[in-house]
Structures are given as C-alpha cells and as structure tokens.
C-alpha cells in the first residue's frame, strides 16, 4: 500500500487534477462537504459510501456504521441529502 500525506492546499488540488484526469491512483480521500461537495459530487467524484458497506467481500463483518455519530455522519452529507 503506499499513501501521501500533503499539506492541504496541494492535495486539494492534486486530488482535482488526478480525478479531472481520470486517472485511478487515488483509492480513498479527505474531502470537506463544504468546500469541494457540489464540485465532486456534481463531476462524479464520489460514490456512496454504504454501497461498499454493504458488501461483504470488501467489509469486514464486524464493522457497525453505527458507530459513527448522527452529527459526524450529518457533516458529511451533501445539501442534497446524500
């Protein structure tokens, strides 16, 4: 596995270039709703998080998303509601 830590402002916007790119090198990323939500939920950049969730070839079975705070849960989400 190999990963980047970068100061925030360039990984702002190598996370825009690689994914206007359509390249596949980034697996996972931080994101902040309120600054880039409507931006890469509107270009197709994020895909729905319970979907993986619920597969149980890639999550292990022990994992309770109810772990997670209803107010942690609630920042993450678009104005949309997704």
Do not use: C, H
């Amino acid at each position: 596995m190999t990963y980047e830590i970068l100061p925030e402002d360039q990984f702002r916007q190598k996370t825009t270039v690689e994914f206007a790119a359509g390249t596949s090198d980034v697996d996972a990323f931080l994101s902040m709703v309120a600054q880039e939500g409507i931006k890469y939920e509107s270009a197709g950049w994020y895909a729905d998080v319970e979907t993986f969730l619920k597969d149980q070839k890639i999550t292990d079975p022990n994992f309770d998303f109810k772990d997670f705070t209803r107010s942690g849960l609630g920042i993450a989400k678009l104005p949309n509601g997704s």
